[in-house]
């Protein structure tokens, strides 16, 4: 279950989550959509970041829970709904356990999860 943390401001510049308002990358096919969420440096094991991911990702799962989408497209299925997550090789390791965990979570609401680790600088 999720935790209520404090996840900061909507738009922290400073941080690798910065912004909690917005989807990163979308892309609208015939029948479904894929989105993106960008981790682009380290993550770090505190609270804040962990909330911030955890909002982060209620916010892509919601793309795919609003009327718009439902309407369009119907319930989401894993083979035409997917949210990525490209997170930087430096994250903590508890952090990418928690992300494991939200890519259950997008399984279990008809969403297949790509998670990839990348080596940015």
């Given at each position: 279950m999720?935790?209520?943390?404090?996840?900061?401001?909507?738009?922290?510049?400073?941080?690798?989550?910065?912004?909690l308002d917005t989807i990163d990358t979308e892309l609208q096919t015939d029948r479904g959509a894929y989105i993106g969420i960008v981790i682009a440096a380290p993550l770090k094991h505190d609270p804040q970041s962990k909330a911030r991911l955890l909002r982060?990702?209620?916010l892509s799962l919601?793309?795919?829970e609003s009327l718009q989408f439902l309407?369009?497209?119907?319930?989401?299925?894993?083979?035409r709904c997917r949210i990525y997550i490209s997170v930087h090789s430096g994250?903590?390791?508890?952090?990418?356990?928690?992300?494991?965990?939200?890519?259950?979570?997008?399984?279990?609401?008809?969403?297949?999860?790509?998670?990839?680790?990348?080596?940015?600088?």
């Open positions: 999720i935790e209520c943390l404090d996840s900061g401001p909507a738009q922290d510049l400073a941080h690798p989550i910065p912004r982060k990702v209620a919601s793309y795919f309407r369009r497209c119907g319930e989401p299925r894993p083979d994250t903590d390791s508890k952090m990418l356990e928690i992300i494991d965990q939200c890519g259950a979570r997008m399984l279990a609401n008809g969403i297949t999860p790509v998670i990839e680790l990348t080596h940015l600088s």
